[in-house]
DNA sequence: TTAGTCAAGGCGAATG
DNA sequence: CATTCGCCTTGACTAA
């Protein structure tokens, strides 16, 4: 086997510490202790779990595939060798953990790196590359489930910490309702009295009228320019927006537009929660 | 029989 | 222009 050797400025540090070629000439560690190349010569070594019951059946293993291999080593499969193999085979287990060992070290294929493992594990270059390709595709599927679990369970915090925030301001809206109400009461009251006080004269009238609008603007909950007493920070004009907000924001999603500023999102997780499940795989099922 | 997995094919985009 | 990649799909295979 003529390769090694020339790898060591290519690959992570380690690598060539889990290269073997598969007699190990130019690396003789011994297999045992290293547990990313295969332990057995993969020229014989089927995977137990359904390649050699099917040897007698097709007549292309990947030994076979090797031994065209051995021919273009550096090149993809000829068309005669295409032609010959046109069942698809497993790859072996030690194959397969070699690869992913391999890809642990790094997800990207060098081409010397590719050459390397296609000798070591008796593959094609061309079948190193699409099994990397294949592995990252894999890994990406992975991650956009972890990614979803993650944004499920933020989801899921929000959404306790929204609806509380929907009970609180229930309260608070009715409080305020209550406090309108007893502020109108009071002003007609007001009215009327000073209706009946300033009859004889009349000519004071519209300066008490203009004091008892400067006093329904100290105390009105609905001058904008003026706080609530119970929320120093919030002046009605504001509050009122936010309980109009909030019920549009209860139209389209009942739980949700508050506390998420971008509103597809919002949307996206509303209809997450309220239909089916949004991806395929269900909520318990594990990641590895 | 069917759903799931995996190696591989095909195609378009990106890159040097 | 060759190569590589990502993405989608296909076909072989397996387990339930």
Known sequence: MACNGMASSFFPPNFMLQMQTPHGEEHPLPTSLNPILPT?????????????PMLGKISMSFSGIEACEEMNADDDLSDE?????????RLNTEQVRTLEKNFELGNKLEPERKIQLARALGL????VAIWFQNRRARWKTKQLE?????LKRQFEAIKSENDALQ??????????????????SELINLNKET?????NRSENSS?????????????????????????PSIRPAEMDQILQSSSRAELQCPKIEQGIPDGSFSNLLCSMEEQSPFWPWSDHQGFH
């Open 167 to 184: 009970a609180q301001n229930k309260k608070l809206q009715a409080e305020i309702l209550a406090l309108k109400g007893r502020e109108t």
């Open 146 to 150: 972890k990614d979803y679990d993650v």
């Open 124 to 127: 094609r270059p061309r079948q």
């Open 195 to 199: 209706e009946g006080s300033c009859s």
């Open 81 to 89: 060798c295409s032609q010959a193999g046109e069942k698809k085979r």
């Open 40 to 52: 057995t010569p993969c020229t014989n070594l089927q995977d137990l779990r359904g390649v050699a």
């Open 207 to 231: 300066e008490i009228n203009l004091d008892i609008s400067r006093t329904s603007a100290t105390e009105s909950p609905l001058n904008p320019h003026q706080s609530i007493p119970f929320f």
